[in-house]
């Protein structure tokens, strides 16, 4: 069993950045793809980004395109989410995901398809 990991939530100002971290610390990263989801209160959970099982591929969701870059470093079994220009609607807990089935380059968009989950780390920003 899989356990992960994220760190690095806190408060922000509007226009400011975050770097969220997602570790392994249990089990490794191995070649499998990884997301970043996101769910605020009162709503349902967001797809945020997702990277390959080699970093070859990557795809973001349309209210975090060229805003969010998401890295991974599979030797050290850790991912990134580094969060640029934020804003007040980015307030969520972000989680981080992983698929136990690799192979190719796929990204996963669909918090379904993901089986290894953290427990969040809060992003608050203020306006």
């Known amino acids: 069993q899989v356990q992960l990991a994220e760190s690095g939530g806190g408060l922000v100002q509007a226009g400011g950045s975050l770097r969220l971290s997602c570790v392994a610390t249990?089990?490794?990263?191995?070649?499998?793809?990884l997301g970043w989801f996101r769910q605020a209160p009162g709503k349902e959970r967001e797809f945020v980004a997702s990277?390959?099982?080699?970093?070859?591929?990557?795809y973001y969701g349309n209210s975090v395109k060229g805003r969010f870059t998401i890295s991974r470093d599979n030797a050290k079994n850790s991912m990134v989410l580094q969060m640029n220009s934020l804003k007040p609607e980015d307030t969520a807990v972000y989680y981080c995901?992983?698929?136990?089935?690799?192979?190719?380059?796929?990204?996963?968009?669909?918090?379904?398809?993901?089986?290894?989950w953290g427990q969040g780390t809060q992003v608050t920003v203020e306006s």
């Open positions: 995901a992983g698929d136990k089935y690799s192979g190719g380059e796929n990204v996963l968009t669909e918090s379904r398809y993901y089986d290894y």
């Open positions: 249990r089990g490794t990263f191995s070649w499998y793809p």
């Open positions: 990277i390959s099982g080699r970093g070859v591929n990557t």
